[in-house]
């Protein structure tokens, strides 16, 4: 029954998807909200429950956007000049793992540059057992200006089989008027 005695739409009691949001290289959760809420239409922004999360590794260089956003800046796991190697990745993917775990459960993760590449990765990672193995499946992803890992040795295994889930990819390009948005389910 609703509050006025009548009868409850079934859309009001739905809940809203619930996406943990990954930052990109070198910047912040607080630097992704402010980049997603306010930005976006809130129309959109409304009907999803946004969580966003610092990453679990302070900046160890120099930030793209300082001077834009405030310190602090962190990353989600160092890579190599070829970035084929990776340093901290197995605790980056254990952290997100608590971090779903704490705060969920989430339906679908969000994720922009670096936190693009590891929310591609992801599921992927997930299915073969890899990754989020106390957390249910992924079932939404939204990429944001992300890349594939580069790795051959993560690649195969995050990049076996096609993404099962919905997703929406945001291809940012440096020439804003060329913005392209895709979708696959």
Not at 65 to 93: A, H, M, S
């Amino acid at each position: 029954m609703g509050s006025l005695g009548g009868e409850e739409r079934p859309e009001a009691r739905r809940r809203r998807p619930r996406f943990l949001c990954l930052h990109g290289f070198r910047t912040s959760a607080e630097i992704m909200r402010k980049q997603v809420v306010g930005k976006w239409p809130a129309d959109v922004t409304a009907r999803l429950d946004l969580v966003f999360a610092d990453a679990p590794l302070p900046a160890e260089g120099k930030s793209d956007v300082e001077g834009i956003f405030d310190p602090p800046y962190y990353e989600w796991f160092q890579f190599d000049q070829g970035f084929t190697e990776y340093r901290n990745f197995d605790k980056c993917l254990a952290y997100i793992e608590e971090l779903m775990i704490k705060d969920g459960p989430f339906d679908g993760l969000m994720g922009f540059s670096q936190g693009a590449i590891l929310s591609a990765a992801l599921p992927g990672l997930q299915e073969q057992g890899l990754a989020l193995t106390r957390v249910p499946k992924i079932k939404y992803l939204m990429i944001i200006g992300g890349a594939k890992f580069l790795s051959p040795t993560v690649a195969e295994k995050a990049y076996a089989n096609k993404i099962a889930c919905p997703s929406l990819h945001f291809i940012v390009n440096m020439f804003p008027s060329s913005l392209q948005v895709t979708t696959t389910s």
